[in-house]
């Protein structure tokens, strides 16, 4: 049957969109491995290189417009317009729908990636093949998710601009859809966006999120290509503010996460451990850590290693997230999993590609690192940032081990339940690592690179330490807490905050050198 008022022709735009968008990508990746070949013909294939990514970028823009385009002007003869909108919702869940399916929200990210990219390009300076290359390589992984084309009958990714009924042809037999007409019949309207997710938090979480997520591979980037290249200790200082800058991101968007479950969706506090919002948490832990001995390195070139592996790690465990929260395993233990669209195995292949990359590299280079000249000492700022990095790495591993149970499940043929009471569960775990880390965050500032003077580490730390157990007793007293973690927890937290304050006034007088 041919329906009348279809809008066709933009479906068929978006699609030329989604192509152009992974042939450039990989183009773009093949060309600037070429171009970080020192050889006459690099500047060639560098020009070769921009182009093509510029290319994929403006592609990338055009799936977007096209997208919201469809989406702001009800085109519900398409099935993601339909599934995720209707008429009666305002602008500002509008734009929500964009985000909220699966297509939309690996579209946000390959967004982000492709504005990085740009920045990257005018930026990264002899950096720019490796690390575009690496970049590139992982948008050709991003663009395939929206391919929706089937290869030997596996289906490779998920299109936006699938027509509603070619996507459902069941709903050819109902009574609606036998109307040439139905686009113009009033009662025809789409699904709308989840009730529980019509919130300004939709609006600006995501967002927030999937920019953390995207600046992870800067980071990693620059460590494959110190490795690649063989410049072992020079990547970390060009790679080292976006860390931070990515710590700062994504750190904000796993606290939006955590206020919005607290005030909308009733999980009984601001962190319930659901394993949604664990996958976005134990990257962000690592992250903290690989920025932290990355600056360790960049002072003394010390914790190489450690550099390459968390700032790697990250990166895959980000991966590793998408392919929890999207493969369907999670639907039965996390309240907003994604559904199984059928692309499991692509994400398995996507996260398998870069973890074999990573491994890889570090085992065939790691034997010709740079020796440290002397271990850091015991009373130094960089050994209590090492041990801090460590902490977190032991921390994030039992969180997203035991978030990964329906995972061992599969893999080993077990049944094993999640525990019933699941955030006393984690807390009885996760409390020391937090007494601990918080301890380290007060009394790392206090120490100096190198060595410190202990005499004069005491003299300094004292009056924050005091103020910090007697503030703690009087909220203690006044909390009426009887839990001895609870209570360290107390102590540690304003231990760290008086303890910032005290560093921070001190750099005001100029007394921190």
Known sequence: MEYIGEHLLIGKVGNVFVILSFIFALVASISYFFSAKDNEEAVSWKGI???AFRIHALSVIGIVATLFIMLMNHYFEYEYVWHHSN????????????????????????????VL????????KNWEAPVMATVSLVQVFLASML???????????????TVLLREHPDFANIPLFKDPHYLQNPKFDGRGLNPLLQNYWMTIHPPTLFLGFALTVIPFAYAIAGLWKKKYNEWIKPALPWAFFGVMVLGTGVLMGGAWAYEALSFGGFWAWDPVENASLVPWLTLVGAAHVMLINKNNGQSLLLSFILAILTFILILYSTFLTRSGILGETSVHAFTDLGMSG????YLLSFLVLGIILIAVNWKNFPKQ????????????????????????FQIMFYTSLPVWNKLFSMNKAPAKDIVNFYNSWQLPFAFLVTILIAVGQYFKYKRTDIKEFARRITFSFCAS?????????????????????????????????????????????
């Open 49 to 51: 290189a921009r182009n």
């Open 117 to 124: 990219g740009l920045i990257l390009q005018y930026t990264s």
């Open 469 to 513: 157990i007697i503030l703690s007793a009087f909220m203690v007293y006044i909390l009426n807490y009887n839990k001895l973690f609870y209570i360290l927890l107390m102590f540690s937290s304003i231990f760290a905050v008086l303890a910032n304050a005290d560093y921070l006034f001190r750099v005001l007088k100029g007394k921190v050198r």
């Open 87 to 114: 008429r009666e919702m305002p602008m500002r869940y509008i734009l929500s729908c964009f985000w909220e399916g699966q297509e939309g929200s690996f579209l946000l990210w390959t967004f982000w990636h492709v």
């Open 373 to 396: 000249k002397q271990e850091e000492e015991v009373w130094s700022r960089e050994f209590w940032m090492f041990v801090g990095a460590i902490v977190l790495l032991v921390s994030s």
């Open 346 to 349: 692509q994400l398995l292949i």
């Open 147 to 161: 391919l929706g084309i089937f290869v030997f009958g596996h289906k490779i990714g998920s299109n936006p601009f």
